[in-house]
């Protein structure tokens, strides 16, 4: 089954020459993109519809959310707002309330959350454990992730529960509880800051988790400079996220770990995307990410939504791009890309690989998958240029009418 999207006023492709099309049509067959181009130009299909002039985007990708949650943490957030520092141990509050949920409600909470995601342009979508904190709990929480989400991330080392040494619960991290999760997860992280894994407790973190063959994460940066971006290059980790606080070399090794990046699929010379989280700074009242200090030095750039109850408690990708153009000094078809393709290459899934049938994500573009963002609005620019407005008009996920 095809369908010609047609009379689209910009197709912004964010492919690999970053090309804008105006009065463009899409052909959608199956789960893929089949063809792109001038709309007087495209061939006949099933099925049309018809934009009406509006822009079309790649579906988000949201490369940083921790979905898998029960509870909420308002009076923490009003204590916030009301002068207190974020620190690492409102994550037990968290766990103290997921803990105490049943496998059917937490599922329906994170599936509810994932369904709000995909209605504001989501289409492709990480999530974390991290709110379990003991080997049953954490299974548990990468079981349901794996149900809901389209790429998991084992976060054992989110914080060392009450009452337990942190060397010990670390070697938990990196043993039973790490065997428990594998089967459920392709990622691992571990959140290294002052509170919660130490750069020698992180680094044990990483050996264990590459060895037993997951992609690498962290969490690093976010309250204060510190070890994450050094640790995250130096393990050849997919993205380090967060990076408010960034010395000069935190910089220089982030761009230095693309040097040998061709632009291809090569793994072996990837380096690590700096993942911006501007939903979480400004809710934790932190200096906003340097983005724009990022890609001026080459360091390839994502923006996801933290999405979780204790800093960032939205899912909206179209804040996070309205905040990096009107704060952080992003043009709009920069932010735009750090949304989709970053989210993709910080995800390992920019390019896709067609004899596994593993479609690439975040950009559109002919055998990628049909993800899809129709906006409200005759040009991305409205994203910023009318900030706060519900845009999203129509979202195809995987070739499928999801709004
Ligand atoms: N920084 C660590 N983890 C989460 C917050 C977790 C929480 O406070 O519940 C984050 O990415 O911001
Ligand atoms: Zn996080």
Known sequence: MSTLLTNLGELMTQDSEQRVLRNAAVVIDGERIAWLGAAADAPAADDSYDAQGRALLPGWVDSHTHLIFAGDRTAEFEARMAGEQYSAGGIAVTTGATRGTGDYDLTRLALG????????????????TGYGLDVEQEARSARIASTVADEVTYLGAHLVPAGMDADEYTELVCGAMLEAVRPYAQWADVFCERGAFTEEQSR????ACRAAGLGLRVHGNQLGPGAGVRLAVEFGAASVDHVNYLSDEDVEALAASWSGWDGGAGADSRGTVATCLPACDLSTRQPLAPARRLLDAGVPVALASNCNPGTSYTSSMAYCVTTAVLQMGLSVHEAVRAATYGGALALGRESGNDADGERAVGSIAVGHRADLHLLNAPSATHLAYRPGMPLTHAVWRAGVRAR
């Open 113 to 128: 959350r994932v369904a709000e995601a995909v209605s504001q342009g989501t289409t492709y979508l990480e999530t974390k």
């Open 204 to 207: 044990r973190v990483l050996q």
